[in-house]
């Protein structure tokens, strides 16, 4: 063991002092000019765990968890439809957002993004036939996270539709997300009706033709992990803003799609669709939070959150070690600005597999890169800060590649411990849109909550057994 | 020279950190050009005029960073290095920073790790919480790499051994837990008097102790390198002395310290014995202070090198007159010479008994111990030298009666007698009512963390029990001692005069006050 010298390391050198409990002591090392930060200390709410009772050293199993995360090289390599490119989809699946639900259960705005989705696919002529459809056992649902894919809000992604392929390139893992419509009635958020199937039939024949084509003449792909980091230092925390690092991705994709393209008008309007959509990149930063994270799943007595994700109905998460299990609480209430004719009793419970930026290390864990959001909840900038450094609190790591300017580009909280959650009481901080609560009407709204206790208290208590 | 680069792929790093690190590595004894870029293509042309663009730089891509060295053959890998751990930095100015800077905002971390990760400078946690809860703080603190200060008592044994044997297999060292007071680097910690840096270097089992000769040092002019606090147990069976001798060890390998001091109540056999035996192999004279126990009794022969003296007053005046050059101290014209039959005057016949009343533990038992050999009658104490003295009813005093106000029975649910008089107030002027008691003794504690101004308080209860024997037909005989210095922020001095206007006897020294108070008691008897 290595063991350097006290008349080193202690004598000699100038002290800093962590102080916890008494204030006196604070005091008195303030009046001796001794720097001396005074934790604002409060009893755990549980007991810390150390090791599983296989005898893990869970901290050990963090750190590598945080290392796979951290190591990860998400990539947009290229695009596909997704019956043919997810694995094990099929002409009659449909993904979700969240843990599994059965459509009995599924909230408004899941339920009309099904009714939509199948409508879409030709597989329904209206909604009443398509609520038939959905009801009748023939449809198969599964979580996007079953299938190495992510969908924000609803999530719904059906057989026809085109998607993104992330690789991640140090462990060859993929992820896969559809291609993000827009604000207002669209089906992510529930929405029905002819402009919503007509966006998607041109998505699907036109914008994706054309991105396609493009990214296969970029022969490395576009390097998500540098835009996102870019973005961080732009305004961006790439969840509910992405306006910087979709700006970045018009201009990593924009002279592969100058060379693919012979018709002057259709690349004005894919560039036009890209730029008129601040979120666009939300369906690049899910996947690559995904990539990131699968990379580190299966670390055994890890208690690090590796999905956060939520149907409407409920939200879920799964540890890095136990990735195969969901622990399930009802979803929350989102605390946001309404657009107008909207107000919080349209809205539905939380919902989207967007909270995997937040697991990945973005996202809410990164407010203070983007004061700006926090007008979502009449916040200022000063509670970005304030919210980023909360989540210090819960997370095992700092990031090393996002990092963020205002705190003197300290990295962004990464991986967010079980435990921690449980011993502080501080919950994770989510960003988010809000759905209306009925089928059919889109988007209402944008704001923030915290993640729900009981999911992380149920975690714990299995990770207590392990 | 050589050109050589280390190409970092999905690293993005902004311009101005990367120049700041390409002008570290540029400063580099034997490097005699740097550069650190994303690998654009405009960066890579200005690699190619500077005569930098290698290979790898040439094939890296736009989101890849790139640092190339440009150095003699020896340097250049070294600087490479250095690149890696100054982009792992990331931020160059952190260590200028004061503390807390990251929480500029008004925000204030809620846990240890939380404050460590914002703080990397940070390399003590100072740890008070309530016990059950201290441990682990502990294990967080060790792991994060902190020495630890921990004051919270309450941990159990079994907890103090293993973090120790951790913390000492790692090189970081573990004051407490239940340890009151530290000095290091001059840097008071809990509670500590403000003295000179000087060669005199301490360890400490006991708190006060620590107190009282450190501050006798500083009034004799003898300053100190490091006062450092074991905790009461670490000299047990248990605990095996771990931190003592780390702290010895360390002393003995300091350049700054000359003379050494050991403080600790009587220790565990094998404890001392390793504690001789570490102070055997350094030349450094030592005194060793076992409260009670001296050479004949710790079966030593006095080397050239090791006092064992019996208590702190002495371990304090050795030390002196090691510092000074001095073989051995000299007792015998320290002590008052105040006239005892004058004092012996001014008690009744029936005022046969002293009542001391103490806040430091240490300077109870100190001052027991001169009384052991100074006393015909037994000295009865809630902390007593032999159990058979004990107390029945620590709330009664009897015959010779010596109370440990610090001690847990009086501590539960309020401050300790070192931060509020309340408790030893009431005591005294209960004490003044009984008609035997002829002599009250009484130690006053200065230096950070105790009463701002315990001697105004104090003095205002001895007027007031003046009174009350006065009706009676009495008058008590007030003896007191301050442990504390001039540059305590309450000021020695000040104390000190406050209470002499009150009437009371002012003692250089506990174990003179502990004297003083015997032989007015025996000659009179």
């Given at each position: 063991m290595d063991r350097p010298a006290l008349t080193q390391s202690l004598f000699g050198q100038p002290l800093t002092i962590l102080n916890l409990g008494l204030e006196i002591f604070s005091r008195s090392l303030q009046m001796q000019q001794v720097p001396v930060v005074e934790v604002d200390w409060r009893p755990p709410q549980v007991a810390h765990l150390?090791?599983?009772?296989?005898?893990?050293d869970i901290d050990l199993a963090n750190q590598e968890v945080c290392r796979r995360i951290k190591a990860g090289r998400p990539v947009l390599v290229g695009m596909g439809i997704a019956k043919q490119v997810?694995?094990?989809?099929?002409?009659r699946m449909i993904l979700h957002a969240g843990p599994p639900i059965s459509w009995e259960r599924m909230c408004g705005p899941q339920r009309g993004a099904v009714m939509g989705a199948l409508i879409y696919e030709g597989l329904a002529k209206n909604e009443a036939e398509a609520a038939a459809l959905a009801a009748s056992g023939e449809i198969e649902f599964a979580p996007c996270h079953h299938h190495h894919a992510i969908g924000p809000m609803a999530g719904i992604i059906s057989p026809s539709m085109p998607v993104f392929i992330v690789e991640?390139?140090?462990?060859g893992n993929h992820a896969y997300c559809t291609l993000n419509e827009g604000l207002g009635k669209v089906l992510r958020y529930g929405g029905m009706g002819e402009e919503v199937y007509a966006r998607l039939k041109w998505m699907e024949k036109v914008l994706y033709p054309a991105l396609d084509r493009a990214l296969n003449k970029?022969?490395?792909?576009?390097?998500l992990k540098s835009l996102i980091a870019q973005a961080l230092h732009m305004?961006?925390?790439?969840?509910?803003?992405?306006r910087a690092a979709t700006s970045l991705f018009i201009r990593a994709v924009a002279p592969a799609l100058m060379r693919t393209s012979n018709d002057n008008e259709t690349l004005a309007k894919v560039i036009e669709f890209i730029d008129q959509n601040?979120?666009?990149?939300l369906n690049l930063s899910m996947p690559a939070a995904k990539a990131m994270l699968e990379a580190a799943?299966?670390?055994?007595?890890s208690s690090i959150v590796t999905v956060m994700a939520r149907n409407g109905t409920e939200f879920g998460i799964r540890l890095a070690s136990m990735p195969e299990r969901w622990f399930i609480a009802p979803a929350g209430r989102v605390q946001g600005l309404y657009l107008?004719?909207?107000?919080?009793?349209d809205a539905n419970p939380d919902i989207g597999d967007s909270t995997i930026t937040e697991t990945a290390g973005y996202g809410g864990m990164a407010m203070a890169a983007a004061p700006a959001i926090t007008k979502f909840v009449g916040g200022t900038p000063e509670m970005a800060f304030q919210t980023t450094l909360e989540m210090y609190e819960i997370t095992q790591d700092e990031h090393d590649a996002f990092t963020i300017p205002a705190l003197n580009f300290r990295g962004t909280p990464l991986g967010i411990d079980v435990r921690k959650v449980m011993e502080t009481g501080i919950l994770p901080q989510i960003n988010t849109g809000i759905a209306h609560k009925?089928?059919?009407?889109g988007m209402v709204g944008a704001g923030i909550l915290r993640a729900p206790k009981e999911c992380f208290e149920e975690a714990f208590a299995a990770l207590q057994s392990l | 020279m050589a050109v050589k680069s280390l190409v970092k792929p999905s690293a993005y790093y902004d311009s101005v950190t990367l120049m700041l690190v390409a002008r570290e590595l540029v400063r580099l004894?034997?490097?005699n050009d740097a550069a650190a870029v994303m690998a654009t293509e405009a960066n890579k042309a200005i690699l190619l005029q500077a005569g930098l663009l290698t290979p790898e730089a040439q094939a890296a891509g736009a989101n890849d960073l790139v640092i190339v060295v440009s150095a003699t053959d020896e340097t250049i890998d070294e600087a490479l290095s250095q690149a890696e751990r100054l982009l792992q930095k990331k931020q160059p100015e952190v260590a200028s920073e004061a503390p807390g800077q990251a929480f500029a905002q008004g925000y204030r971390p809620r846990t240890l790790t939380a404050a460590a990760k914002a703080t990397p400078?940070?390399?003590?946690a100072l740890i008070s919480v309530a016990g059950r809860y201290a441990a682990d703080e502990a294990w967080e603190a060790l792991h994060r790499g902190l020495h630890v200060f921990l004051?919270?008592?309450?941990?159990?044994i079994e907890d103090e051994v293993m973090l120790k044997r951790y913390a000492a297999d790692r090189g970081l060292l573990v004051m407490?837990?239940?340890?009151?007071t530290a000095i290091i680097n001059g840097v008071a910690l809990g509670f500590a008097n403000v003295v000179p840096r000087g060669p005199v270097g301490l360890v400490s089992a006991a708190g006060t102790g620590l107190q009282e000769v450190t501050s006798l040092l500083a009034r004799h002019g003898v300053g100190i390198t490091q006062a450092i606090g074991t905790g009461?147990?670490?000299?047990s069976q248990a605990v095996g002395g771990i931190t003592m001798l780390m702290g010895l060890q360390a002393l003995q390998e300091d350049?700054?310290?000359e003379v050494i001091v050991l403080i600790s109540k009587p220790a565990a056999k094998t404890v001392t014995q390793k504690v001789l035996d570490q102070v055997n192999r350094s030349q450094k004279p030592t005194v060793v202070c076992f409260?009670?126990?001296d050479a004949r009794s710790l079966g030593v022969?006095?080397?050239?090198?090791l006092w064992a003296v019996r208590t702190l007053e002495e371990a304090a005046l050795q030390s002196v007159a090691i510092v000074s050059g001095k073989k051995d101290f000299d007792?015998?014209?320290?002590?008052?010479?105040?006239?005892i039959t004058e004092l012996r005057r001014?008690?009744?016949?029936?005022?046969r008994y002293l009542r001391a009343l103490f806040s430091g533990g240490t300077l109870c038992y100190e001052a027991q111990l001169i009384w052991r050999d100074q006393l015909k009658e037994p000295v009865f104490s809630n902390?007593?030298?032999?159990?058979?003295?004990?107390?029945?009813?620590?709330s009664h005093s009897q015959g010779h009666t010596a109370i440990d106000l610090g001690e847990e029975e009086f501590t539960v649910g309020r401050p300790h007698p070192m931060i509020d008089n309340d408790l030893r107030i009431r005591r005294l002027l209960q004490e003044v009512?009984?008609?035997?008691?002829?002599v009250v003794l009484l130690d006053v504690v200065l230096g950070?963390?105790?009463?701002?101004?315990?001697a105004s308080e104090l003095a205002e209860a001895i007027r007031k029990a003046q009174e009350t024997a006065a009706k009676a037909g009495r008058k008590v005989i007030f003896v007191a001692s301050i442990t504390g210095t001039d540059g305590d922020p309450q000021n020695y001095s000040r104390q000190e005069q406050l209470l002499r206007d009150s009437g009371v006897i002012l003692c250089p020294s506990n174990a003179a006050a502990a004297r003083l108070t015997a032989r007015i008691l025996e000659e009179y008897g």
């Amino acid at each position: 063991m290595d063991r350097p010298a006290l008349t080193q390391s202690l004598f000699g050198q100038p002290l800093t002092i962590l102080n916890l409990g008494l204030e006196i002591f604070s005091r008195s090392l303030q009046m001796q000019q001794v720097p001396v930060v005074e934790v604002d200390w409060r009893p755990p709410q549980v007991a810390h765990l150390r090791f599983t009772r296989q005898g893990i050293d869970i901290d050990l199993a963090n750190q590598e968890v945080c290392r796979r995360i951290k190591a990860g090289r998400p990539v947009l390599v290229g695009m596909g439809i997704a019956k043919q490119v997810i694995p094990n989809m099929h002409e009659r699946m449909i993904l979700h957002a969240g843990p599994p639900i059965s459509w009995e259960r599924m909230c408004g705005p899941q339920r009309g993004a099904v009714m939509g989705a199948l409508i879409y696919e030709g597989l329904a002529k209206n909604e009443a036939e398509a609520a038939a459809l959905a009801a009748s056992g023939e449809i198969e649902f599964a979580p996007c996270h079953h299938h190495h894919a992510i969908g924000p809000m609803a999530g719904i992604i059906s057989p026809s539709m085109p998607v993104f392929i992330v690789e991640n390139k140090t462990f060859g893992n993929h992820a896969y997300c559809t291609l993000n419509e827009g604000l207002g009635k669209v089906l992510r958020y529930g929405g029905m009706g002819e402009e919503v199937y007509a966006r998607l039939k041109w998505m699907e024949k036109v914008l994706y033709p054309a991105l396609d084509r493009a990214l296969n003449k970029i022969a490395d792909g576009i390097d998500l992990k540098s835009l996102i980091a870019q973005a961080l230092h732009m305004g961006d925390e790439c969840h509910n803003r992405n306006r910087a690092a979709t700006s970045l991705f018009i201009r990593a994709v924009a002279p592969a799609l100058m060379r693919t393209s012979n018709d002057n008008e259709t690349l004005a309007k894919v560039i036009e669709f890209i730029d008129q959509n601040d979120h666009f990149f939300l369906n690049l930063s899910m996947p690559a939070a995904k990539a990131m994270l699968e990379a580190a799943e299966g670390v055994e007595g890890s208690s690090i959150v590796t999905v956060m994700a939520r149907n409407g109905t409920e939200f879920g998460i799964r540890l890095a070690s136990m990735p195969e299990r969901w622990f399930i609480a009802p979803a929350g209430r989102v605390q946001g600005l309404y657009l107008p004719g909207f107000k919080e009793e349209d809205a539905n419970p939380d919902i989207g597999d967007s909270t995997i930026t937040e697991t990945a290390g973005y996202g809410g864990m990164a407010m203070a890169a983007a004061p700006a959001i926090t007008k979502f909840v009449g916040g200022t900038p000063e509670m970005a800060f304030q919210t980023t450094l909360e989540m210090y609190e819960i997370t095992q790591d700092e990031h090393d590649a996002f990092t963020i300017p205002a705190l003197n580009f300290r990295g962004t909280p990464l991986g967010i411990d079980v435990r921690k959650v449980m011993e502080t009481g501080i919950l994770p901080q989510i960003n988010t849109g809000i759905a209306h609560k009925e089928p059919g009407i889109g988007m209402v709204g944008a704001g923030i909550l915290r993640a729900p206790k009981e999911c992380f208290e149920e975690a714990f208590a299995a990770l207590q057994s392990l | 020279m050589a050109v050589k680069s280390l190409v970092k792929p999905s690293a993005y790093y902004d311009s101005v950190t990367l120049m700041l690190v390409a002008r570290e590595l540029v400063r580099l004894p034997g490097v005699n050009d740097a550069a650190a870029v994303m690998a654009t293509e405009a960066n890579k042309a200005i690699l190619l005029q500077a005569g930098l663009l290698t290979p790898e730089a040439q094939a890296a891509g736009a989101n890849d960073l790139v640092i190339v060295v440009s150095a003699t053959d020896e340097t250049i890998d070294e600087a490479l290095s250095q690149a890696e751990r100054l982009l792992q930095k990331k931020q160059p100015e952190v260590a200028s920073e004061a503390p807390g800077q990251a929480f500029a905002q008004g925000y204030r971390p809620r846990t240890l790790t939380a404050a460590a990760k914002a703080t990397p400078q940070a390399n003590l946690a100072l740890i008070s919480v309530a016990g059950r809860y201290a441990a682990d703080e502990a294990w967080e603190a060790l792991h994060r790499g902190l020495h630890v200060f921990l004051f919270s008592d309450n941990v159990s044994i079994e907890d103090e051994v293993m973090l120790k044997r951790y913390a000492a297999d790692r090189g970081l060292l573990v004051m407490g837990p239940g340890a009151g007071t530290a000095i290091i680097n001059g840097v008071a910690l809990g509670f500590a008097n403000v003295v000179p840096r000087g060669p005199v270097g301490l360890v400490s089992a006991a708190g006060t102790g620590l107190q009282e000769v450190t501050s006798l040092l500083a009034r004799h002019g003898v300053g100190i390198t490091q006062a450092i606090g074991t905790g009461g147990r670490d000299t047990s069976q248990a605990v095996g002395g771990i931190t003592m001798l780390m702290g010895l060890q360390a002393l003995q390998e300091d350049n700054n310290t000359e003379v050494i001091v050991l403080i600790s109540k009587p220790a565990a056999k094998t404890v001392t014995q390793k504690v001789l035996d570490q102070v055997n192999r350094s030349q450094k004279p030592t005194v060793v202070c076992f409260l009670g126990e001296d050479a004949r009794s710790l079966g030593v022969e006095e080397k050239k090198n090791l006092w064992a003296v019996r208590t702190l007053e002495e371990a304090a005046l050795q030390s002196v007159a090691i510092v000074s050059g001095k073989k051995d101290f000299d007792l015998s014209a320290r002590d008052l010479s105040d006239n005892i039959t004058e004092l012996r005057r001014q008690l009744q016949p029936q005022q046969r008994y002293l009542r001391a009343l103490f806040s430091g533990g240490t300077l109870c038992y100190e001052a027991q111990l001169i009384w052991r050999d100074q006393l015909k009658e037994p000295v009865f104490s809630n902390a007593p030298l032999d159990e058979g003295n004990k107390l029945a009813d620590s709330s009664h005093s009897q015959g010779h009666t010596a109370i440990d106000l610090g001690e847990e029975e009086f501590t539960v649910g309020r401050p300790h007698p070192m931060i509020d008089n309340d408790l030893r107030i009431r005591r005294l002027l209960q004490e003044v009512q009984q008609p035997e008691v002829g002599v009250v003794l009484l130690d006053v504690v200065l230096g950070y963390g105790a009463h701002p101004d315990p001697a105004s308080e104090l003095a205002e209860a001895i007027r007031k029990a003046q009174e009350t024997a006065a009706k009676a037909g009495r008058k008590v005989i007030f003896v007191a001692s301050i442990t504390g210095t001039d540059g305590d922020p309450q000021n020695y001095s000040r104390q000190e005069q406050l209470l002499r206007d009150s009437g009371v006897i002012l003692c250089p020294s506990n174990a003179a006050a502990a004297r003083l108070t015997a032989r007015i008691l025996e000659e009179y008897g």
